[in-house]
């Protein structure tokens, strides 16, 4: 049989959800296509594929007739190996006043969706990058973005201000950013995108660099696609308060390794076995919300629990540096932000409240944000220049992401772009953030905006 390739991952996506999002004519298309230098100061950012790129946005909104309602968002990126990334962010159709007449003043009554959707029910996860409940764009770590998952979406607002939603899906598309490269000829694993972790490729036995030959067992298109979500979503609203919970089963959004390894009898070459798995996880959570004009508010929680938890191998984490341990996470926050056509502003905070030990539990994935706050400011002049800076900083690992950009509009058509990348990492090194260090740039772009 076929194995599972990146090809099919987008074969389905557009097969569920392009069609029904182009069944009208064209209402409202905006994007771009442009480019990016991140090598402004060449001390800076001369990492293979972060020195440069081009990327391409493409954007299509539809509200019309018959209560029809379409959208379509895309996005592709390719660095300076070669490497192209895409994300298909949504692309669904909907139908409003299905069972129910819908109100677009108060947005009552029901709606249904089909395709690929982003579920607006954690702005922790959303606001954080922790990818727990969507999948995430994740071109780079900086803004790793938000992408839908494909399914089959109800929404149903009474006039009281009560809100019931469902989602469900029998298909599922893991994250594909970043990828790795399998070379099943050499057994190897490497990775053109700067932002990804392969295996170490050699280790060192009796003070000798030993090669680590690689060996992928991929699972079959059916173990993969065809595994379920199911989720619902219950909350109440006003014009200015709101408050919900909700719970979801359903893949996570980047698959697992199983590895084994065994060592050559001369001791001359290691062999890693990788099974990539693919579990599931229930994601539940809760918030409350405050809005008033421009001004939004918000604290709340999310959990996830693994419905599997794999041993720790020891052996094999030691060779390769490959971790397959899981724990169950759970998250608090809140949020306050002020943004309009003139400027923006906010600050965002989170703390990791399950149980984690840096030095003695070797989980799969380290948490992105242990206890960090983020504070952003956007500011618009005379609608051709704008500044931006963004910073977040982890009180307990010291970890600090820096973004500060300033653009200048040449023309309707044409956006630059200057800018600066930042990453600190802890010294010891024991961080999510510290392989990624060296992913500094300065950079200097240009955009042309349709």
Request: hydrophobic share 35%; with cysteine; proline share 4%.
């Amino acid at each position: 049989m076929a194995t599972f390739t990146k090809k099919h991952l987008l074969s389905l996506c557009l097969c569920t959800a392009v069609n029904a999002a182009f069944a009208a004519n064209s209402d409202i298309i905006q994007g771009y296509i442009g480019g990016s230098s991140n090598q402004i100061n060449q001390d800076i950012g001369d990492v293979p594929g972060n020195r440069y790129y081009g990327d391409l946005n493409f954007s299509y909104f539809k509200d019309g007739a018959y209560e029809l309602e379409r959208k379509f968002d895309f996005s592709a990126l390719v660095n300076d190996q070669s490497l192209t990334m895409w994300s298909l962010q949504e692309a669904y159709a909907a139908k409003n006043g299905l069972f129910k007449s819908y109100n677009h003043v108060d947005k009552t009554g029901d709606q249904l969706k089909v395709g690929r959707q982003n579920l607006k029910w954690a702005p922790i996860d959303h606001a954080w990058g922790l990818g727990k409940l969507n999948n995430r764009k994740n071109f780079d770590g900086f803004d790793p973005g938000q992408e839908g998952l494909t399914g089959v979406g109800y929404e149903n607002k009474s006039s009281s201000g009560f809100i019931w939603k469902v989602f469900g899906s029998p298909f599922y598309a893991p994250e594909m950013n970043p990828s790795l490269d399998i070379n099943k000829s050499d057994s190897t694993i490497t990775s053109r995108n700067p932002w990804a972790n392969p295996p170490a490729a050699t280790t060192n036995i009796d003070g000798n660099e030993t090669p680590i030959q690689y060996i992928v067992d991929y699972p079959q298109i059916s173990d993969v696609i065809y595994k379920y979500t199911i989720g619902a979503d219950f909350g109440w609203e006003n014009k200015n308060w709101a408050a919900n919970g909700y719970f979801i089963r359903k893949p996570e959004n980047q698959p697992s390794s199983n590895v084994e390894v065994a060592l050559a009898e001369d001791a001359a070459s290691v062999k890693a076995f990788v099974k990539p798995e693919f579990y599931y996880h229930d994601v539940f959570g809760g918030n409350i919300k405050y809005r008033n004009a421009d001004l939004e508010m918000y604290v709340g929680g999310i959990g996830i629990f693994p419905n599997t938890f794999p041993d720790g191998n020891q052996v094999a984490t030691t060779y390769t540096e490959i971790k397959t341990e899981k724990k169950r996470e759970s998250y608090l926050g809140g949020g306050i932000s002020r943004e309009n056509d003139k400027f923006g502003m906010g600050f965002n905070y989170i703390a990791r409240v399950s149980s984690f030990d840096r030095d003695l539990d070797s989980l799969s994935q380290d948490p992105r944000w242990n206890q960090a706050v983020n504070v952003f400011l956007s500011r618009n002049f005379k609608r051709k220049y704008r500044l931006s800076g963004d910073v977040k900083y982890d009180m307990l690992t010291t970890d600090r992401l820096v973004m500060l950009r300033a653009g200048y509009k040449v023309s309707k058509e044409l956006l630059m772009t200057l800018g600066v990348n930042m990453i600190g990492t802890p010294t010891n090194g024991k961080s999510y953030w510290s392989p990624y260090t060296n992913n500094d740039s300065v950079f200097a772009g240009l955009r042309y905006i349709f």
